[in-house]
């Protein structure tokens, strides 16, 4: 029944809809790379890649093993990839330069949800893909592209099955990893409902919040009783990757807003990292991205590890975020 793996996919997808082979070539580096990380990710305390690496991240946040593992994979393949002029990593202070002739600009969470790593639960990478705007040696400044100027973006989960969901906006759609290391189509194109009874947020941080997501919440709670009619279930798994395949593959609103315990930082999640690629991904699927006042993929980037509120998904919830912070 499933037989189109994505390479397969890649040259007809990009063929119909017109789209560079050199992008082409660019995607499968990328996914070759994750094809490694699923391995060693698998075998976990067999490869000697679980716990503490001892060392921290430009956001001060202490590495596992397993995320500078992921990272130098991904460097290292993109290195050789001649597509690529430069990449950008949550785990890397600042961008790295690749091939100077290369169109192509690659940014990535090598190891989305690492926290998780030691108790087996989903992890992931996600990627995205802009093209390089000015000539000679590549800058900061061309990196700060909103999220409507990528071409691609993605992630692969290394879940239960190691999955990858991408797209080329021009629709997302979904692979499996056989046994033979191919990821297989197995989903035609995720379609997103415009309402859900379903939200996804660390209640822990509910004292923290600004006023208006304090009523959202609040909202949600009341369920049939309140002023939405109906009752909601609560999701965590704090892994970015798994609450957004949830989302897509049953519907539902993911939110990390903006906390008050550090007035300094506009939100959790990277956007560059994070926030554009997943967003790219929801409204490619019929969904919607907010940080509570703007879209997502309107944010004028100022820094390669600038931090947003997130809130995506199924599109009436946004809106309500969206109405009740006005």
């Known amino acids: 029944m499933f037989h189109t ?22 995607l499968n580096a990328i996914v070759a790379a994750c094809v490694q990380i699923s391995a060693k990710t698998r075998q976990g305390a067999l490869s000697g890649v679980l716990g503490e690496a001892g060392s921290g ?12 593992i992921a990272n130098q994979i991904l460097i290292d393949a993109l290195r050789q990839t001649p597509t690529v002029a430069g990449i950008a990593s949550e785990e890397e202070d600042n ?18 949800g690492s926290s998780n790593i030691d108790v087996n639960i989903s992890v992931g990478t996600i990627f995205s893909v802009l093209k390089k705007q000015s000539s000679g040696s590549l800058k900061t400044d061309d990196f700060l592209q909103n999220g409507r100027n990528q071409l691609a973006a993605g992630y ?12 080329a906006k021009h629709g997302v759609f979904g692979f499996t990893l056989n046994d033979q290391n191919q990821f297989i189509l197995t989903k035609d194109n995720f379609m997103l409902s415009e309402t859900t009874a379903e939200f996804a947020i660390n209640m822990s941080n509910q004292r923290h919040w600004e006023s208006p997501m304090q009523s959202y919440i609040a909202e949600l709670l009341a369920g049939i009783d309140g002023v939405r009619g109906k009752n ?11 609450e957004v395949h949830r989302i897509l593959t ?23 990292y994070e926030a554009n690629p997943m967003s790219l ?33 199924a599109k009436e919830e946004v809106e309500r975020v969206n109405q009740l912070h006005a």
């Open 5 to 26: 793996t994505f390479t397969d996919f890649l040259n007809q997808h990009f063929e119909q809809h017109n789209l560079s082979g050199s992008l082409k070539e660019t």
């Open 281 to 313: 991904l929801i409204e490619q699927a019929g969904g919607l991205s907010s940080n509570a006042k703007q879209n997502i993929l309107d944010i004028q980037p100022t820094g390669l590890h600038q931090r947003v509120a997130v809130i995506l998904g």
């Open 57 to 68: 991240n430009i956001q001060g946040e202490a590495q596992k093993k397993l995320d500078v």
């Open 156 to 167: 692969v989960l290394y879940g239960v099955q190691t999955q990858l969901v991408f797209t």
């Open 250 to 272: 049953r519907g539902g609103v993911f939110s990390y807003p903006f906390d008050k315990r550090d007035p300094a930082k506009p939100g959790k999640l990277r956007l560059m």
């Open 95 to 112: 961008f790295v330069e690749t091939n100077e002739h290369g169109e192509y600009l690659v940014l990535f969470d090598p190891l989305d």
């Open 232 to 242: 909601y279930n609560m999701r965590w798994v704090a892994s970015m990757v798994a």
